[in-house]
C-alpha cells in the first residue's frame, strides 16, 4: 500500500492532535531512549522530540515517501525505514510510541506484549488506533467498492484494517505485562471545509488508501465521484459549507 506524506499532512493540526493527547498521559519518567514506530512524516516525532529534549529519539516508518518528509523535517533524529511487523530492536526503550499505525498491523494479542517486552522497567507503551471501522465514513468505503465494476479488484481492501478488540480485550492483553494500562476513547468533531469534498481529501491519506491503490486512474475517478456522492448524504454541511467529521479513535498507556 503506497503512502504519500504530501496528501496526509494536509490535515496536519488534526492529525496531530490525537498524538499531543497520547503524549501528555505518558507518565513523566526520566526517559533517555524513545522511539516513533510508524511515524509518518514526522509530526509525532517531533513533539517526542520536544517533551523529551535530553532523550535519544528515534523513528521508523515502511513508507519510503514518509521517512524522506520525516528527514527533512527532523535532520537530528535518525530515521530507519522498516515494518513494525518484522522490526527486531529489543531495545531497550523508555517511551515505544505508535501513533495511527497499529490498526494496519494483524494479532495485536501477540503484537502487544511484543512491543512492552521491549522497554525498561518502567517503560510506557504508548499507542493511538482510529477506531471508526463501523463510522460512515468507512463503511461507504466498503459499499462504494463491493456494488462497483471494481469488486473484484477491491475485494481484499476491507482486510487490510485490522478488525480492533474493545476496551476491555485491550485492557486484558496488556495487563499481565504492566504495572498500570490506561486505555480511554475520544471522538474528535473535526470542521472540514469543503463539505463532502473535505472529507474525500481527508480520508484519500489515510483510510482509503487500499481502495484507491488497486485502481487504475478512470477507475480511481468514478470510485471517488461514487464515494463522494454518498459522503454528501451522510455528512450534510453546515450552514457555513463545511461538515463536522465524527473521528473515533482509541488510546492505550501501557507501563511495564
Keep these: 500500500m503506497s503512502w504519500s506524506a504530501k496528501q496526509y499532512v494536509a490535515f496536519e493540526d488534526e492529525r496531530t492532535r490525537p498524538a499531543r493527547d497520547l503524549l501528555a498521559a505518558i507518565p513523566g519518567t526520566d526517559v533517555r531512549s524513545a522511539i516513533d514506530i510508524g511515524c509518518g512524516p514526522g509530526n509525532s516525532t517531533e513533539l517526542l522530540v520536544e517533551r523529551f529534549a535530553n532523550a535519544s529519539v528515534r523513528g521508523l516508518d515502511s513508507s519510503t515517501d514518509m521517512i524522506e518528509a520525516a528527514r527533512k523535517r527532523l535532520p537530528q533524529v535518525q530515521f530507519d525505514i522498516a515494518d513494525i511487523d518484522t522490526w527486531n530492536d529489543s531495545g531497550p526503550f523508555d517511551v515505544i510510541f505508535a501513533n495511527a499505525v497499529l490498526q494496519w498491523l494483524p494479532d495485536h494479542a501477540a503484537l502487544l506484549p511484543s512491543l512492552v ?4 522497567p518502567g517503560g510506557s507503551l504508548a499507542i493511538q488506533m482510529p477506531d471508526n471501522l463501523n463510522e460512515h465514513s468507512h463503511r461507504l468505503m ?62 484519500k491519506g489515510s ?25 454528501e448524504q451522510a455528512y450534510p454541511a453546515l450552514p457555513d459549507g463545511s461538515v463536522l467529521l465524527p473521528f473515533p479513535r482509541l488510546f492505550l498507556v501501557a507501563t511495564r
Design 207 to 231: 483510510g482509503l488508501r487500499p481502495f484507491l491503490d488497486p485502481l487504475n486512474e478512470a477507475e480511481r475517478a468514478q470510485y471517488l465521484k461514487q464515494y463522494q456522492a454518498a459522503i
Design 117 to 120: 517486552n521491549r522497554l525498561a
Design 142 to 203: 466498503r459499499e462504494v467498492a463491493a456494488q462497483g465494476p471494481w469488486a473484484g479488484k477491491l475485494s481484499g481492501a476491507a482486510g487490510q484494517r485490522t478488525e480492533m478488540a474493545d476496551a476491555s480485550g485491550y485492557y486484558s492483553m496488556l495487563k499481565p505485562h504492566c504495572t498500570r494500562v490506561d486505555v480511554w476513547r475520544t471522538t474528535y468533531h473535526h470542521p472540514l471545509a469543503g463539505g463532502a469534498s473535505g472529507v474525500v481529501e481527508w480520508f
